[in-house]
């Protein structure tokens, strides 16, 4: 009957992932270690030191394949690696789930969600303590946040073993930032640093070029920059009138073109110290665009001994102490240069 027809079939997109028992995997690994050691004792080598690369080298030699997508070739992998990273099993013998949020799909996201508002009705409460007490005030600990931000959806998926679309990722965002804007919010310090992640500073990879001091006690620096094949260095004077002299020429005659030099005084400007230095360079290859930037780094990389670290740390966010690792592309055969194609004619 079409009762018996319904029941029968399977909805596979909707049954998700299969789920994998805890002794199932076990059940893999022990015959992954069984089949080491045979491969082991195949190759003549000790079963006890046979590393993941020894079985690679190994299965390569055994089953040679010329597949060219290497993931269709023939793999000998721990189970951890083949199978993918899931949950436990969340129901028991009788299928009844552990959880009262298992029916929602995504019972780890809902239960986060629950937690948060939990935190956030939590600090209220205390509020109203404190206002019935007449000891509420807005001017509270702060919790410190410089230098961190937000998990990414890709970590909080990773986190709870859960895909969840990016309206639930924002959703969350959006729960935790209501969480962080309440004045008592440093009671719930520990929980929202859990969603949060300290950036490395990268200003401290950079060397400052130390200061050196001519016989008239004027403070200068030397830098050096490249991009493409533009070489620049350049001597930054302190106590100067604003001279910029490129190649023994003034700037505004040795690049004609305004945008270039606006990359040139873009350094400057940036930290508020033009007309401060006078500076002294010297260029050679490539075009005047690409000199350009190699000396706009190079005034960026001497400029470090004159700021503080935090305007070091400013200027890296910027981007005026990365070097641009763009190059000209190559021609490439049977086309006019490196994309563009010859004009097609029909005869």
Not at 89 to 106: C, M, N, S, V
Not at 119 to 133: P, S, T
Not at 278 to 300: F, K
Not at 321 to 337: F, M, N, V
Request: hydrophobic share 35%; charged share 30%; with cysteine.
């Amino acid at each position: 009957s079409c009762s018996v027809v319904m029941l029968l079939r399977k909805n596979l997109a909707a049954a998700g992932p299969q789920k994998f028992t805890q002794e199932f995997i076990d059940k893999q690994v022990e015959e992954f270690e069984v089949g080491k050691r045979h491969l082991a004792n195949m190759m003549g080598e000790d079963p006890e030191t046979f590393t993941q690369e020894d079985i690679d080298r190994s299965i390569a030699y055994l089953f040679p394949s010329g597949l060219f997508e290497k993931r269709a070739r023939p793999v000998m992998k721990h189970p951890e690696e083949i199978f993918p990273k899931q949950t436990a099993i969340q129901w028991d013998a009788e299928g009844r789930p552990f959880h009262f949020l298992f029916y929602t799909g995504k019972q780890s996201y809902y239960s986060l969600l629950h937690d948060v508002y939990e935190k956030i009705l939590a600090i209220e409460r205390h509020q109203d303590k404190m206002r019935n007490k007449g000891l509420f005030t807005s001017d509270t600990k702060q919790i410190l946040l410089t230098g961190s931000r937000w998990l990414l959806k890709e970590e909080i998926e990773e986190n709870l073993v859960e895909n969840i679309s990016v309206q639930d990722y924002m959703r969350l965002i959006q729960l935790m930032e209501l969480l962080l804007s309440m004045p008592y919010c440093s009671l719930e310090e520990e929980f929202i640093l859990k969603f949060r992640k300290q950036l490395e500073v990268q200003s401290s990879k950079y060397e400052i070029p130390a200061l050196q001091y001519d016989p008239q006690g004027v403070a200068f620096s030397f830098a050096d920059g490249r991009r493409k094949s533009a070489k620049a260095s350049i001597t930054l004077r302190d106590s100067g009138s604003g001279n910029i002299t490129i190649n023994g020429r003034n700037y505004l005659y040795y690049f004609p073109v305004l945008q270039n030099r606006e990359q040139l005084m873009f350094p400057l400007l940036f930290v508020g110290m033009s007309g401060r230095f006078d500076i002294e360079g010297s260029v050679e290859g490539s075009g005047h665009s690409a000199q350009a930037g190699a000396l706009r780094l190079a005034i960026s990389r001497a400029l470090l001994s004159f700021v503080s670290e935090g305007e070091v740390e400013k200027m890296r966010q910027a981007g005026l102490l990365t070097a641009d690792p763009r190059i000209r592309e190559r021609k490439k055969p049977g086309q006019e240069g490196a994309r563009k194609k010859f004009t097609w004619k029909k005869r």
